[in-house]
């Protein structure tokens, strides 16, 4: 804990530089300049991260942590959970391919995380598809995760509990602005952080907003990238554990930019999705710091 706590104070960014003749930056460059302290600390400590998420995601995911600095072990086995969990820096909880085997996985990994203070962060994948999905994730929910991020229907699904927020599958039929006072509510009732995806992310602790403009829309157009910034934001939550809200919407941003790099090389979504993850290898200061886009709404 005492390492975690040293972490924090190392990722605060320093506002004023004495030296800098063009003055104090702006607040959206302090904001980038932290996107760009998270990446940087995730590379440095390579935080160790379970993933326990649906079968479509796994490449995917896996190859997104690995490309950050971070270190992915997709592992879901009940038999496991006990040994392993407690050795992880975060934990991943994905409910795209839910099983009757998987579930009392997941719950047993969240109790384990709790017990063991590490934080776990949650992607409600097209949580109203059924009333089986929806009552696991209020289970989950009632687990304290420490992050929860989906898009803009699953937050307003699970916000409200609804049997019906108007998604026809794992996809959005649901601006992410749309979503933002569900966000904040599920937030206050849950005691997570709550992130809602989409053209513009939402990043709440029910009362600050963190919004984060980048990425592009083609990245709707490669499956599971939800489910990989689900996992990245278990990295950047890792190793800033006590800031979550920041560290979720350091991760969101970095891979929004990935898309918009990754897209002035990419073809379609398959040579995008090939382009992301070098680009989220080769990230430098200097772009992260000027490109990433974030902003506290008032
Ligand atoms: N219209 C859009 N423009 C730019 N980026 C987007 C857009 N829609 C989604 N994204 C980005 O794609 C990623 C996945 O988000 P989203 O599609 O909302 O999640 P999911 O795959 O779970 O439905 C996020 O990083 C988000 O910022
Ligand atoms: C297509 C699909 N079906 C079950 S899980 C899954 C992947 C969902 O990924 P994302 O939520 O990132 O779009
Ligand atoms: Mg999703």
């Known amino acids: 804990m005492e390492e975690q706590e040293a972490t924090v104070r190392n990722i605060n960014p320093n506002p004023a530089s004495p030296s800098d003749e063009a003055g104090p930056p702006d607040a959206s460059s302090i904001w980038a300049r932290m996107a760009w ?13 379970q993933c326990i998420t649906n079968l479509v995601s796994m490449d995917i995911a896996a190859n997104v942590l690995l ?3 971070a270190s992915p072990a997709m592992i879901h086995s009940i038999n496991e959970i006990q040994d392993f969990t407690p050795k992880a820096d975060a934990l991943y909880i994905n409910i795209g391919t839910l099983s009757a085997e998987w579930v009392p996985a997941m719950q047993a990994a969240a109790k384990a995380a709790l017990e063991a203070n590490r934080p776990w962060v949650l992607d409600p994948v097209a949580v109203s598809a059924s009333s089986y ?7 989950l929910v009632k687990l304290r995760p420490t992050v929860i991020r989906g898009n803009a229907s699953e937050i307003l699904a699970l916000s409200s509990a ?3 927020s108007g998604a026809k599958g794992v996809d959005s039929a649901h601006e992410s602005i749309d979503a933002l006072d569900a966000a904040k509510s599920l937030a206050k009732s849950s005691n997570a952080i709550v992130a809602v995806s989409g053209a513009v992310d939402f990043v709440t602790d029910g009362d600050r907003v963190i919004s984060c403009s980048n990425g592009v829309s083609m990245m709707q157009k490669i499956t599971a990238t939800g489910c990989a910034v689900t996992a990245l934001i278990a990295a950047f939550v890792a190793i800033d554990p006590w800031n979550a809200l920041k560290a979720t919407a350091s991760a969101l941003a970095v891979f929004g930019l990935t898309g918009e790099l990754g897209m002035e090389m990419a073809s379609g979504p398959a040579s995008l999705r090939m382009h992301m993850v ?3 290898y080769r990230l430098n200061e200097s772009t992260v710091a000027t490109r990433a ?6």
């Open 37 to 49: 302290t998270h990446l940087d600390a995730v590379r440095r400590r390579a935080p160790l991260v």
């Open 278 to 280: 070098d680009w989220l």
């Open 133 to 139: 999905r929806m009552e696991a994730c209020l289970e």
């Open 293 to 298: 886009r974030l902003s506290e709404r008032s």
């Open 67 to 69: 490309a950050s600095g």
């Open 162 to 164: 609804c049997r019906i």
